[in-house]
């Protein structure tokens, strides 16, 4: 293990344990007053009813922090100070520095299936600005619950059924074959739904017609359901374009529809009704979860099926509750999608957990995430207050970032400076979401997120491409570094190992809550501490070989902890800049 935290809270909890005679918390974080602070004895202090800097003594006088601490003192009313030694933080790095794969962070104790449910496009719909954050923060948390050893299944819950599906296939015989491939390509997604929904309104006849299609295609008439795959077909081309553009691991083989689990929604009501959970309500048959009431004070329902017989979201989510649970053998399932619909799935979550789908082998929860603002700090939209288009948004990052990297490193060849510019804006543009509290709206804003100073993607890699530059100027091979000693003399290099020693415990923190700007501002702190370090510390031309070598292992490590750290997130980490 290199998470030196948590090795400090293990050692100081068996000494609170001693104390208080059950186990308590040391409460173990970063102070300014030392490396780390433990705050544990001002709340035991008060479960004994004792003064806490006399429970803060005792708590030293039984901990047995060996060579790790070099210094611990109370402080304050009952704070415990403690100064990590130089040789055991050298030691940590040194593991990291060893562990070519991992740089230390070790593996869940308990691996589980974990389903992460997240993006979820409407087929015949453009993606806009409102599926940015579900795909990326879903994504970005894929890829840390795969490196955390997790076996990983990843659903892209798709529209791709319902009432709409009969407009739009009627608009696409209207227009032909070839018209619909061309309207149905990267970027015309809307304007073909607009068309169809045109019609809709204004011609009784089309609508007369959507309708009956509607009915053929639940009814699963041949002709209609060749005609629905192709728009489906389209759509998932256009999806994965999206995606590819945007770097993240959804594939057409994580596609999960609406349409998918229709063979499901009769068995689940049946299944429910044998269970006693569900009851007819003005003609609907439907499910009372415990605990939901509305302004009236009744219960809110979810229904099962409606009065006209047809099924619903409610329906659909219950049939993809039991699915990922019973067979996919998920035991984690993870939404991600709006603050809004956060009442909805709470909902089905109650529904399955009354059914006995969730319990204590599998467990739902709903990870909601804020809108982003624009500058007026309403929701962004285009002037004409439309939803923007996602692969308008994809576009706009990759040219304002050439802009930036042609100014910046005028020295990279006009292929690299594109290359560059594809990873730099792609990158902020994912950094501004990740870097931000998942619950929290923010305001998209181009300058601050592509700017190369403060908490952003640009000023990350510059920091990694820059310790890059540092290995070839000096014509060295990190590899050759293999088995190096670490020596920590300056104190900035102290502060940057302890950076480094906190990788591990970020991660583990981060995947818990789905927290992922822990994991962002991590790396902040880290390029932060790193800054300070090359500024005072010279690398290729220290006073001797021992610190020139020890201070090589100390960037080779922050270059790896940057780049995986970002990869992560799903950032690519150039090294040339």
């Given at each position: 293990m290199t998470d030196l935290p948590e090795l400090l809270a293990q050692k100081l909890a068996r000494a609170f344990a001693d104390v208080a005679g059950s186990p308590a918390d040391p409460a173990v974080r970063r102070s300014d007053r030392a490396d780390y602070q433990a705050d544990g004895a001002l709340r035991l202090a008060k479960q004994l009813g004792r003064p806490p800097r006399e429970v803060a003594a005792q708590v030293l006088e039984r901990a047995d922090l060996g060579e790790l601490v070099s210094g611990a003192e109370i402080a304050g009313p009952g704070f415990v100070n403690l100064t990590v030694a130089d040789a055991a933080l050298s030691g940590l790095v040194e593991q990291m520095a060893a562990d070519t794969e991992r740089l230390g962070v070790a593996t869940a104790p308990e691996p589980e299936r974990v389903l992460v449910d997240y993006s979820g496009p409407n087929v015949a719909k453009?993606?806009?600005?409102?599926?940015?954050?579900?795909?990326?923060?879903?994504?970005?948390?894929?890829?840390l619950l795969n490196h955390l050893g997790h076996d990983v299944v990843?659903?892209?819950?798709?529209?791709?059924?319902?009432?709409?599906f009969g407009m739009l296939i009627e608009h696409m015989l209207d227009l032909g074959a070839g018209e619909t491939a061309q309207e149905l390509s990267v970027g015309d997604l809307g304007e073909f739904y607009r068309g169809a929904r045109a019609k809709f309104d204004a011609d009784p006849g089309f609508a007369d017609r959507a309708r009956r299609r509607v009915v053929a295609l639940q009814g699963g008439d041949a002709e209609t359901l060749a005609l629905w795959r192709v728009l489906v077909e389209e759509s998932e081309r256009y999806f994965a374009a999206v995606y590819d553009?945007?770097?993240?691991?959804?594939?057409?083989?994580?596609?999960?529809?609406?349409?998918?689990?229709?063979?499901?929604l009769a068995p689940v009501i049946d299944e429910l009704v044998q269970l006693g959970l569900a009851r007819e309500s003005e003609g609907a048959l439907c499910v009372f979860p415990e605990g939901f009431t509305g302004r009236d004070g009744g219960p809110l329902p979810l229904i099962l099926r409606k009065s006209d017989g047809g099924f619903g979201y409610d329906t659909t989510d219950?049939?993809?509750?039991?699915?990922?649970?019973?067979?996919?053998?998920?035991?984690?399932l993870v939404?991600?999608?709006?603050?809004?619909?956060?009442?909805?799935?709470?909902m089905v979550f109650q529904a399955g957990r009354e059914a006995g789908w969730l319990g204590a082998d599998a467990r739902a929860e709903f990870q909601g995430f804020g809108i982003v603002l624009g500058p007026d700090r309403k929701r962004l939209r285009t002037r004409a207050g439309d939803s923007v288009k996602l692969i308008d948004l994809i576009e706009e990052a990759v040219r304002r970032a050439a802009a930036v990297v042609g100014e910046k490193a005028p020295h990279l060849s006009a292929e690299e400076q594109a290359e560059v510019a594809q990873i730099v804006g792609i990158g902020a543009m994912k950094y501004a979401d990740l870097s931000n509290d998942r619950v929290k709206d923010y305001v998209f804003d181009w300058d601050r997120m592509l700017s190369f100073d403060g908490n952003t993607a640009p000023y990350l890699q510059y920091a990694h491409a820059r310790i890059h530059s540092v290995f070839r100027r000096g014509e060295i091979d990190p590899a050759s570094l293999a088995g190096a000693k670490v020596v920590l003399a300056d104190p900035a290099e102290h502060a940057l190992a302890l950076r480094l020693t906190e990788f591990e415990g970020v991660l583990h923190k981060a995947v818990e809550e789905v927290e992922l700007h822990r994991i962002a501002g991590y790396l902040f702190e880290l390029a932060t501490a790193f800054t300070t370090f090359y500024e005072r510390c010279p690398v290729l031309r220290a006073e001797d070989e021992q610190t020139r070598t020890s201070r090589l292992v100390l960037c080779d490590v922050t270059a790896r902890v940057l780049a995986t750290g970002l990869s992560l997130l799903g950032i690519a980490a150039p090294t040339r800049m």
């Open positions: 453009e993606m806009h600005v409102g599926h940015l954050r579900s795909t990326i923060i879903g994504d970005a948390l894929s890829r990843r659903r892209n819950h798709i529209g791709d059924w319902g009432t709409p553009r945007l770097s993240v691991l959804l594939t057409p083989a994580d596609i999960a529809g609406e349409s998918s689990y229709n063979d499901l219950l049939a993809a509750l039991r699915h990922r649970v019973h067979d996919l053998k998920a035991r984690r939404y991600i999608t709006d603050l809004g619909q956060r009442l909805h799935f709470e």
